[in-house]
């Protein structure tokens, strides 16, 4: 896989595999509150869930898979960058270990994406009006905006529309806002969004970003 930058068919098969090994643990994690526990104590507390996302996230397994599904991918990004600078030590953790160490480290910047988009969903089906999103830390947008990047240049033969998307949404932009910003009802977005997310998950490690 270092021949290959860590990158290509085997390394898809690799991450998919340590994905797949490791979801379980990590959804069992979240509904039982541990996994914020656990990002707590390597410093990383979580914020951005309310006791009512805690709540949804205990009983919804649809909703709990989604956020595990983030993490994992943040993770397996990170642990791609931990692998490419050989900064893995094989005598002091596994690679499963390894990544559901780097998956922890992930999720507090990753529910805060999350909680947004249950937000903005909660108040569509109620036909409420929309509350401007919360403010991330600088330190995370400017992460975040790293990973959106690296999207776009991976997902560069999608159509404009979702490449406009995942530009907006790397500048800060709340869902809302870039409905607005292309001309599209909040509902068509989100739909051309969910179904890009689908697909980039399918189509290995690089799919959506923390």
């Not at 994905?19 to 990383?44: C, H, N, P, Y």
């Not at 642990?79 to 094989?90: A, G, H, I, M, Q």
């Not at 929309?130 to 240049?153: C, H, I, K, R, Y």
């Amino acid at each position: 896989m270092r021949k290959h930058d860590f990158q290509g068919p085997a390394w898809d098969v690799f991450v998919g595999m340590m994905q797949q090994e490791s979801r379980g643990v990590v959804e069992t994690w979240i509904k039982d509150g541990r996994m914020l526990s656990k990002a707590k104590r390597m410093g990383r507390a979580v914020t951005a869930l309310s006791l009512a996302l805690r709540e949804l996230l205990r009983h919804d397994e649809i909703a709990r898979y989604d956020l595990a599904q983030d993490a994992l991918l943040a993770g397996a990004r990170v642990l791609r960058k931990v692998l490419k600078d050989s900064r893995w030590d094989p005598q002091q953790s596994s690679l499963k270990t390894t990544f559901i160490n780097l998956v922890i480290l992930q999720f507090s910047t990753v529910t805060k994406t999350w909680a947004v988009s249950q937000e903005y969903r909660q108040h569509e089906e109620a036909g409420e009006d929309v509350p401007d999103p919360p403010a991330l830390w600088v330190a995370d947008q400017f992460t975040a905006t790293e990973n959106w990047v690296d999207l776009d240049a991976r997902f560069s033969e999608e159509g404009e529309t979702v490449r406009a998307m995942i530009r907006l949404r790397g500048m800060g932009l709340a869902p809302k806002d870039i409905a607005t910003e292309l001309g599209l009802s909040y509902r068509s977005a989100e739909g051309i969004w969910r179904r890009f997310t689908t697909k980039a998950r399918d189509q290995g490690s690089d799919g959506r970003p923390a």
